[in-house]
T-cell receptor
Framework: NAGVMQNPRHLVRRRGQEARLRCSPMKGHSHVYWYRQLPEEGLKFMVYLQKENIIDESGMPKERFSAEFPKEGPSILRIQQVVRGDSAAYFC??????????????FGPGTRLTVL | RKEVEQDPGPFNVPEGATVAFNCTYSNSASQSFFWYRQDCRKEPKLLMSVYSSGNEDGRFTAQLNRASQYISLLIRDSKLSDSATYLCVVNNDYKLSFGAGTTVTVRA
């Protein structure tokens, strides 16, 4: 059973370009979460999605960031007009069931975004 | 105030030693607690859940003190492979809040 897949693993963009990060959850998982880890900091929750629905995007910056999880295909985190401060590791996680007290979230290998 | 605060370390210990560290969390309504392990800023991997009664998994022992909002991890008989960053994680519904991590280096 393949784990959570993320691609690309490394992404370099110039300021003002768009970044698209993809996440395929574990087989059978329909709950997806995105986290961001800035250098020397802990992971921060960004958004929680189920198929075709954004459940909670309270951790997403209000501008330039968007996320989707379509009926078919991977979840996408899109960052428009990237700035240097967007450079970070972006981790996707998935879970099998509705979020519960001890329902484990499994993490993908992350996408490391560098903005030049 | 950060949601989860950890001593960053580093803790540098010889093989076979015992090392312990802890974290504190700010939200008294937090529902569940975990220790994750992160190697070289790769993906975090669940080490163990932390229960109110305290729990043990091999050489690892975790304790939770809800009154003091304090979680601890103890590693006995350290191995070289235990070298990693240990992340204290608190769950509020589905949102995991991570500490910045405690770095442990086990030397031969």
């Amino acid at each position: 059973n393949a784990g959570v897949m993320q691609n690309p693993r490394h992404l370099v963009r110039r300021r003002g370009q768009e970044a698209r990060l993809r996440c395929s959850p574990m087989k059978g998982h329909s709950h997806v979460y995105w986290y961001r880890q800035l250098p020397e900091e802990g992971l921060k929750f960004m958004v929680y999605l189920q198929k075709e629905n954004i459940i909670d995007e309270s951790g997403m910056p209000k501008e330039r960031f968007s996320a989707e999880f379509p009926k078919e295909g991977p979840s996408i985190l899109r960052i428009q007009q990237v700035v240097r401060g967007d450079s970070a590791a972006y981790f996707c996680a998935s879970s099998l069931d509705s979020p519960g007290t001890y329902n484990e979230q499994f993490f993908g290998p992350g996408t490391r975004l560098t903005v030049l | 105030r950060k949601e989860v605060e950890q001593d960053p370390g580093p803790f540098n210990v010889p093989e076979g030693a015992t090392v312990a560290f802890n974290c504190t969390y700010s939200n008294s309504a937090s529902q569940s607690f975990f220790w994750y392990r992160q190697d070289c800023r790769k993906e975090p991997k669940l080490l163990m859940s932390v229960y109110s009664s305290g729990n043990e998994d091999g050489r690892f022992t975790a304790q939770l003190n809800r009154a003091s909002q304090y979680i601890s991890l103890l590693i006995r008989d350290s191995k070289l492979s235990d070298s990693a960053t240990y992340l204290c994680v608190v769950n509020n519904d589905y949102k995991l809040s991570f500490g910045a991590g405690t770095t442990v280096t086990v030397r031969a």
